[in-house]
């Protein structure tokens, strides 16, 4: 066989390669079982959005009470301007 032929049949393979791999990962995705490991995906996605914030919310309101408790011991006025307990939540 020539060069040219042997050439033009790798270029075909591989193109009939790529273009059945992109055919089953679009099978794939249309499944039933694509569209439930994408809702698992986003629950968890959402999960982890939620803790870190709630986080920082519970990171925050140990700090404010941390400070408003140093108030108290130095015979201070708990009330300060960092809001009333619980308003983050």
Do not use: P
Not at 2 to 9: G, H, M, N, P, S
Not at 54 to 62: D, G, L, V
Not at 72 to 80: F, I, P, V, Y
């Amino acid at each position: 066989m020539k060069t040219e032929t042997i050439d033009a049949l790798a270029t075909a393979g591989s193109r009939t390669t790529g273009g059945g791999a992109v055919v089953g990962f679009l099978g794939w995705l249309a499944s039933s079982q694509a569209i439930g490991l994408l809702g698992i995906g986003i629950a968890l996605l959402g999960a982890l959005v939620n803790w870190h914030y709630k986080s920082e919310a519970n990171r925050r309101h140990a700090e404010a009470h941390e400070l408003r408790m140093a108030r108290l011991r130095r015979g201070m006025d708990g009330a300060t301007d960092l809001g009333t307990l619980g308003a983050d939540e």
